[in-house]
């Protein structure tokens, strides 16, 4: 795809019948993406101005960004953001992509709350307590990860939305050396079996971190550890909600309860698979 007189147009067509031949789903709407990305356009923008030459610099820009993604590398990765919820987070290789199936776990958050005092388990990019704290502004948060460069990408989206007062970030293995009491605590946890991780799509088994997305062996191993931790940091009434698999909710409530936990709940994702459980001590 070399620089000429293309219209933006012309070079999203191209790049939507490239993507599918690669494998990459909604290729039109990801060729729209790139080009909103190269341009600086809104999606409104980039309607009013799609057949118009697209400029040589810009041009350029798109033909490397396909490159990457018919290499199967995330669109994330290639723009450096995503969407979640009704805010854009900046991503990285270091970071789990914010997905759909999270947004679950935030709307129910969300439905149950207001809560004062937050804790996020492995909080990756931060979407889910900065969303939370961006939608509760008396509210203060925390969150930990074993990645500290996981926590420099969250300490970015905290800035960006205007967070960072109300949030601790930490380096700790899920709750080692923090003090409660939270009145609720989430987590997005790696879930993931082991034998899962080959057949798992290029975008994410090749450029998204294996240990935010499986802990190994049966892939329940950081509910083991939560379920088990986190009796004296929750306080009185205080809720658990946490991301599960699937095909989980069975193992995962039976995990919660074998730890003294009530199981108040589990909430289906918008395709209707069983995605959060809520528990109670």
């Known amino acids: 795809m070399s620089a000429g007189s293309e219209t933006r147009a012309y070079l999203i067509l191209a790049a939507s019948v ?5 494998g990459v789903e909604d290729p039109g709407r990801e060729s729209r993406l790139l080009m909103r990305w190269v341009s600086g356009l809104s999606g409104a923008g980039l309607a009013a101005a799609e057949h118009d030459i697209c400029p040589e610099d810009q041009h350029h820009r798109f033909a490397m960004g396909l490159a990457r993604r018919i ?18 987070f900046r991503v990285t290789p270091d970071v789990l992509d914010p997905r759909p199936e999270t947004e679950s776990l935030l709307a129910e958050a969300l439905h149950r709350g207001p809560f004062g005092r937050v804790l996020d ?16 502004p008396q509210a203060t948060g925390t969150a ?8 420099d990408v969250a300490a970015q989206n905290a800035k960006i939305h205007g967070v960072t007062p109300r949030l601790d970030l930490v380096k700790t293995d899920w709750i080692e050396g923090l003090e409660g009491p939270f009145d609720l605590i989430v987590s997005n946890p790696p879930y993931i ?17 294996a240990l935010a997305l499986s802990p190994g062996g049966d892939g329940l191993a950081a509910y083991r550890a939560i379920s088990a931790s986190i009796h004296g940091v929750l306080g009185p009434g205080g809720l658990l909600m946490v991301e599960i698999g699937a095909t989980q909710s069975m193992e995962v409530s039976a995990i ?7 199981v108040r709940a589990v909430i289906p994702d918008l395709d209707q698979r069983p995605r959060v459980i809520v528990a109670q001590a």
């Open 121 to 136: 388990l492995g909080t990756g990019s931060g979407c889910l307590i900065i969303s939370l704290l961006a939608e509760w």
């Open 256 to 262: 919660l309860a074998n730890a003294g936990w009530s």
């Open 193 to 209: 079996r082991e034998d899962e991780m080959p057949h798992l799509s290029p975008e994410v088994r090749d450029h998204e971190p």
């Open 18 to 22: 490239a993507l599918k031949r690669a």
């Open 71 to 88: 290499a199967r590398e995330p669109l994330s990765h290639i723009t450096g953001r995503r969407a979640f919820w009704s805010r854009e």
């Open 144 to 151: 930990t990860d074993i990645s500290g460069r996981a926590l």
